[in-house]
């Protein structure tokens, strides 16, 4: 799994993409039809976690979290 604070978002950084990301697994997303657009060595899949995560306002929640680590380009930042 790649960093989350650099520039290379694997599958993209909008909301709706991070979101399907956590909830459903790097396998799940490529299932319904994600594609990768950054290029990072990754080491294995992103497991699953939606079942650990009790509601969509706890996920905006670690989102947000998220991205006060990024530590990338400003000219990335679409959030």
């Known amino acids: 799994m790649p960093p989350i ?3 290379i ?4 950084s909008d909301d709706d ?4 990301l956590i909830t459903l697994d790097s396998d799940g997303l490529q299932k319904k039809s994600f594609i990768r657009i950054g290029m990072e060595n990754i080491v ?10 009790k509601s969509d306002e706890e996920l905006f ?6 991205r006060t680590l990024y530590r990338g ?3 990335r930042v679409n959030w």
């Open 5 to 7: 604070s650099n520039d």
């Open 9 to 12: 978002w694997v599958y993209g």
């Open 17 to 20: 993409t991070l979101f399907r």
């Open 44 to 53: 294995g899949p992103m497991p699953p976690f939606g079942e650990l995560i």
């Open 61 to 66: 929640e670690l989102l947000a979290y998220v």
């Open 73 to 75: 380009s400003p000219s």
